[in-house]
């Protein structure tokens, strides 16, 4: 099976869209996000959104983690932060639900999934 594998999209739609047609382009037939769709860009609700229908599994992220208050935004350069803060303000209840039931492992055909290492899931 061919999978397409991404991840920090960072609240940016249009890229994800782009990545989207592309790897429906190249034939994958599952797309797997490892996290952090949230973040910097200005529309972390389509991208919540676009992963919910597109997304065969969905990993949380340190900035998803941040956004759902999982992580302390103290952890996080300033501009970061602050992006946290206003998604925080700006998101769809459903969307933020959505992102609190996501973990930052899992596993699939014997394939270990992570958002940054084995070593640390969420940081490294």
Not at 30 to 56: I, N, T
Not at 93 to 107: I, M, Q
């Amino acid at each position: 099976m061919k999978v397409a594998i991404l991840s920090d999209i960072h609240g940016n739609r249009q890229a994800f869209e782009a990545v989207l047609a592309d790897a429906e382009g190249s034939g994958a037939e599952e797309m797997w996000c490892l996290g952090d769709l949230v973040g910097y860009g200005a529309e972390p609700d389509a991208c919540v959104e676009l992963a919910r229908r597109h997304a065969a599994i969905c990993l949380a992220g340190n900035h998803d983690l941040g956004v759902t208050g999982e992580i302390g935004l103290q952890e996080f350069s300033t501009g970061a932060a602050l992006a946290a803060r206003w998604t925080q303000e700006t998101i769809r209840p459903a969307n933020l639900e959505f992102l609190r039931a996501l973990r930052c492992t899992g596993e699939e055909s014997q394939i270990g999934l992570y958002h940054a290492s084995p070593r640390d899931p969420v940081w490294e």
